[in-house]
């Protein structure tokens, strides 16, 4: 299937009279004829649905949509994609252990890492994506478990080498995990770069209505735990909790990571997705090979009549030529970045201010990639607990204005902005 069908009918084929569109099971718990029916599953020796809190069957529909789209072997949802990153890094890394990620990521992500992972013990160094192949090299130390990403940096719209950070990784027996929230799988794959884990805030382009916050982890199935078995304990020796039983070996290169991460993370911190989010975020896939292009389609058309009106300061976007991650952005995502610009105004953060007042289509939110265009000020909401050294080194200095443009009639949106401006 192209990427278009499976955004439609991946991950559910129903059956002689079943309903066509994938049932939403409201139920936290599922009946079984036996106790020994049930305690198979309790034991990961036969697979099937106990509990809501670890899994459910709409939300794995979905999962196993996205984990299609994405080129994976086997996908879970999450309530959120600050879930999914933490999972993500969690189920491979723990206390004592390091972590080495672009310094460019999404503000929630990086207070995750820095702040809160750190008090679990986890080290972190942060990498100038763009910094040489000597700085990454020494960034690396014998307990680094993972390397860590974004395809498109929100906001500083720095475009990942993820070929590099993969091919770095690997040549230290560790797995490069990609948040790919911003390109989604209708742009960029990851996994065909060599990312071995995708993360997604689904709340984004992926439900793309402002409907739900949720997220997604894919597993692309490639990375041999076994062949750096004393680097990932928790997926090549026993776990306790499970009887014993050793999640590379049961589940394989394809299974394992998924397994493992619902079978302990999701059954300890029951970060799972309502099913009722999953059945809307899985509304929002089937139209997004059709909304992304037109997302790009506008955000190209803002961006350059930004860059060419005289009281812009500066434009980021990786779809301008001219743009520093212009090359970068065709060879990995040929068809298109996203939908997401930064700019600047000659009258710096004060302008910025008086500049956003006076928007009427464009909506002041903290949010970004939907359908709606909306606008924030990332130094004054969700950069806000960041130092001004630290606004820097992620590329989102006080005047960065960040702009999602949205599926509306571009015209509309040009003219909200020169209104705006004037
Ligand atoms: C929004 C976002 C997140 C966090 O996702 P939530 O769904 O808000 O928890 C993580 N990564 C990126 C790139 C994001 O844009």
Redesign the pocket.
């Given at each position: 299937m192209e990427r278009e069908t499976m955004c439609i009918q991946a991950g559910y084929s129903p059956k002689n009279g079943e309903s066509r569109m994938i049932p939403i099971i409201q139920s936290t718990t599922f009946k079984y004829d036996t106790s020994e029916d049930m305690g198979k599953l309790f034991d990961l020796e036969a697979s099937g649905y106990f509990y809501t809190r670890l899994q459910n069957p709409t939300n794995d529909m979905v999962a196993a949509k996205l984990a299609a789209l994405e080129g994976g072997t086997a996908g879970m949802l999450t309530s959120?994609?600050?879930?999914?990153?933490f999972f993500s890094v969690f189920n491979i890394a723990t206390c004592g252990d390091h972590i080495v990620s672009a310094s460019t990521?999404?503000g929630?992500?990086f207070n995750l890492f820095n702040v809160t992972m750190r008090k679990m013990g986890i080290e972190f160094t942060f990498v100038d994506p763009d910094c040489s192949d000597e700085e990454l090299e020494k960034a690396f130390r014998p307990n680094t478990k993972a390397v860590f990403g974004?395809t498109i940096?929100?906001p500083a719209l720095v475009v990942f080498d993820i070929e590099r950070f993969a091919k770095a990784a690997h040549a230290h027996g560790v797995p490069l995990i990609v948040?790919n929230?911003?390109a989604t799988p209708i742009n960029c794959r990851p996994i065909e770069w060599g990312a071995d884990i995708v993360?997604h805030?689904?709340?984004?382009y992926l439900d793309g209505h402002d409907a739900t916050?949720?997220?997604a982890i894919i597993d692309g199935g490639k990375f041999d735990w076994m062949a750096h078995a004393d680097k990932f304990p928790g997926l090549t020796t026993p776990d306790a909790s499970y009887h014993g039983i050793t999640y590379a070996e049961k589940f394989g290169l394809g299974g394992a990571f998924i397994t493992k991460c619902t079978a302990q993370l999701m059954r300890d911190f029951g970060s799972i997705q309502a099913p009722m989010n999953a059945f809307l975020l899985n509304l929002g896939i089937e139209s997004l090979a059709v909304r992304v292009p037109r997302h790009c389609e506008n955000a190209q058309k803002v961006a350059e009549y930004l860059s060419g009106h005289d009281k812009v300061a500066w434009v980021t976007y990786p779809g301008l030529p001219g743009d520093k991650y212009y090359e970068r952005a065709k060879k990995y995502m040929p068809n298109g970045t996203c939908g997401v610009i930064s700019f600047g105004l000659k009258g710096g953060r004060s302008a910025a201010e008086a500049f956003m007042k006076k928007l009427k289509v464009a909506m002041i939110a903290t949010h970004?990639?939907d359908a709606h265009t909306c606008i924030l000020h990332p130094a004054n909401s969700t950069h806000r607990q960041l130092t001004d050294e630290e606004l820097i080194a992620g590329g989102v200095g006080p005047d960065l204005i960040r702009l999602s443009v949205g599926i509306e009639n571009v015209n509309d949106i040009i003219a909200d902005i020169e209104q705006a401006l004037a």
């Amino acid at each position: 299937m192209e990427r278009e069908t499976m955004c439609i009918q991946a991950g559910y084929s129903p059956k002689n009279g079943e309903s066509r569109m994938i049932p939403i099971i409201q139920s936290t718990t599922f009946k079984y004829d036996t106790s020994e029916d049930m305690g198979k599953l309790f034991d990961l020796e036969a697979s099937g649905y106990f509990y809501t809190r670890l899994q459910n069957p709409t939300n794995d529909m979905v999962a196993a949509k996205l984990a299609a789209l994405e080129g994976g072997t086997a996908g879970m949802l999450t309530s959120s994609g600050q879930a999914a990153n933490f999972f993500s890094v969690f189920n491979i890394a723990t206390c004592g252990d390091h972590i080495v990620s672009a310094s460019t990521i999404y503000g929630g992500t990086f207070n995750l890492f820095n702040v809160t992972m750190r008090k679990m013990g986890i080290e972190f160094t942060f990498v100038d994506p763009d910094c040489s192949d000597e700085e990454l090299e020494k960034a690396f130390r014998p307990n680094t478990k993972a390397v860590f990403g974004e395809t498109i940096a929100n906001p500083a719209l720095v475009v990942f080498d993820i070929e590099r950070f993969a091919k770095a990784a690997h040549a230290h027996g560790v797995p490069l995990i990609v948040d790919n929230t911003f390109a989604t799988p209708i742009n960029c794959r990851p996994i065909e770069w060599g990312a071995d884990i995708v993360t997604h805030s689904t709340t984004k382009y992926l439900d793309g209505h402002d409907a739900t916050v949720g997220g997604a982890i894919i597993d692309g199935g490639k990375f041999d735990w076994m062949a750096h078995a004393d680097k990932f304990p928790g997926l090549t020796t026993p776990d306790a909790s499970y009887h014993g039983i050793t999640y590379a070996e049961k589940f394989g290169l394809g299974g394992a990571f998924i397994t493992k991460c619902t079978a302990q993370l999701m059954r300890d911190f029951g970060s799972i997705q309502a099913p009722m989010n999953a059945f809307l975020l899985n509304l929002g896939i089937e139209s997004l090979a059709v909304r992304v292009p037109r997302h790009c389609e506008n955000a190209q058309k803002v961006a350059e009549y930004l860059s060419g009106h005289d009281k812009v300061a500066w434009v980021t976007y990786p779809g301008l030529p001219g743009d520093k991650y212009y090359e970068r952005a065709k060879k990995y995502m040929p068809n298109g970045t996203c939908g997401v610009i930064s700019f600047g105004l000659k009258g710096g953060r004060s302008a910025a201010e008086a500049f956003m007042k006076k928007l009427k289509v464009a909506m002041i939110a903290t949010h970004v990639a939907d359908a709606h265009t909306c606008i924030l000020h990332p130094a004054n909401s969700t950069h806000r607990q960041l130092t001004d050294e630290e606004l820097i080194a992620g590329g989102v200095g006080p005047d960065l204005i960040r702009l999602s443009v949205g599926i509306e009639n571009v015209n509309d949106i040009i003219a909200d902005i020169e209104q705006a401006l004037a």
